[in-house]
């Protein structure tokens, strides 16, 4: 199943001109508490830090946008350049595992840098609806607008304002946040939160023109390309970087941990990690969420050969079984203990194109149009290899 999804991910990102970028598991601790903010769950208390020989602090990844951002700076990838990334991987956050909710699970990313304007966001979205097509996921996809920096700034301010009114009426969590990280409240799961926060002041009063006139080039694309999207105001995702767009998707199949996939633009952070500025937009999706939604699975490449044999043939088989694969045909000999009728049973389960019953003097082929047919040992790789191809031009 994870292959499946994998393969078809992988085929799809390099549909859009994304490559494949493979970043380490291990990061100086630093990076991710200047990348993803002090002031996050996942720095505060989801990391796995630990003091190296060295003395140096190191974490287990805890997401992969600031080891890629780290990576392209040391690369010099970045500078003048556009860049389609793609990567995939474990990921580790100390949290109570529970179902979508794991201390390693796996992410899959895009990260997309030097364009800034709201068509690389639109087309990331049109990748990630593409993949949900392929696979038969049923998600909604929420978007909203963090506006540019000096929106956020704005913002902010009146938000701490308005909820230090309100102190009395935060929990422990919101009342910290509300000096460091006081947009990171809105994403509060507290419902004793909810009607403060529902009356909170609005993002979008805030935004200048040239937010607007960002948000509204997305909107527009999207809605140009059958895109359905809810613009959802308390949408602001925790971290420090993100700027303009962020977005999510969610599915109604999830329970609690409804966000298969979730993203944004963070023009800001390249910069901070000491490169030169420069746009940048990604998002993740969580596999173990994304796979116990796919209701049409891939298909992964088939074996096209299933041989069935015993102790006194499996020399020959395994001879045969290598001229097979002379052709470029994928075969898979039983080599265990199993007698003749299980052996039928994982031949089928394999969804081997052709099955081989190769115990005797003679072989019977099965399927590719062969049942039943008898060849001899000598006659088989030509007998199979015949049948196997010209059941592909019939296709
Ligand atoms: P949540 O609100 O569920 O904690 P998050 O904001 O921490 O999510 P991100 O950091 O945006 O999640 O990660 C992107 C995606 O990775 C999530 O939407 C989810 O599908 C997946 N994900 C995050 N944390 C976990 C986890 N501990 N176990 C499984 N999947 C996870
Ligand atoms: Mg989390």
């Known amino acids: 199943m994870w292959t499946a999804v994998e393969s078809c991910a992988r085929t799809l990102f390099a549909g859009y001109g994304y490559q494949e970028i493979r970043l380490p598991l291990l990061e100086h601790t630093e990076l991710y508490t200047r990348a993803v903010g002090e002031v996050t769950d996942i720095v505060e208390k989801e990391m796995y830090t630990f003091v190296d020989r060295n003395g140096d602090s190191l974490s287990l990844r805890p997401e992969g946008t600031a080891g890629c951002v780290r990576a392209g700076i040391e690369a010099g ?15 580790f956050r100390h949290e109570r595992p529970q179902k979508g909710r794991y201390r390693q699970f796996h992410q899959l990313g895009v990260e997309a840098y030097g364009m800034a304007g709201p068509d690389i966001e639109a087309e990331m ?5 593409r993949l949900w097509r392929a696979l038969g996921v049923k998600t909604r996809l929420l978007v909203n607008s963090l506006g540019t920096p000096a929106c956020r700034a704005a913002y902010r301010q009146a938000l701490v304002d308005y909820l230090a009114r309100h ?4 929990d422990d969590d919101s009342r910290r946040r509300l000096e460091r990280n006081p947009l990171r409240i809105l994403d509060s799961k507290n419902p004793a939160l909810a009607d403060l926060l529902d009356a909170a002041p609005k993002l979008a009063d805030y935004w200048s023109g040239e937010a607007v006139a960002h948000f509204q080039g997305l ?18 995702r925790g971290l420090d970087y993100y700027t303009h767009t962020v977005f999510e998707w969610v599915s109604d199949a999830l329970g609690a941990q409804a966000t298969v996939c979730a993203g944004g633009r963070y023009d800001g952070l390249v910069e901070e990690l000491g ?19 796919v209701t049409r699975w891939p298909q992964t490449a088939p074996l096209d050969v299933f041989v069935i044999t015993g102790t006194p043939t499996r020399r020959k088989a395994v001879a045969l079984a290598e001229a097979l694969r002379e052709h470029g045909f994928a075969v898979e ?21 052709m099955t081989l019953y190769a115990q005797g003097d003679e072989i019977e082929l099965d399927g590719a149009g062969a049942a039943g047919a008898r060849v001899a040992w000598s006659e088989a790789v030509l ?8 059941q592909r031009e019939g296709e």
């Open 77 to 91: 990838a970045f500078h003048n350049q556009t860049q389609r990334f793609w990567y995939q991987g474990p990921m």
């Open 125 to 129: 979205i049109l990748l990630g609806e």
């Open 167 to 170: 102190a009395a009426d935060l």
């Open 219 to 236: 909107t527009d694309q999207l809605t140009e390309a059958g895109v359905a999207f809810t613009v959802t105001p308390r949408l602001v």
């Open 275 to 293: 490169g030169a500025a420069t746009p940048a937009v990604g998002f993740a999706l969580g596999l173990e969420r994304l796979v116990t939604l």
């Open 333 to 353: 000999v039983y080599l265990g203990p199993a007698g003749v009728k299980s052996q039928i049973k994982r031949a089928q389960s394999s969804g081997a194109r």
């Open 383 to 390: 007998a199979v290899v015949a049948r196997l191809r010209g």
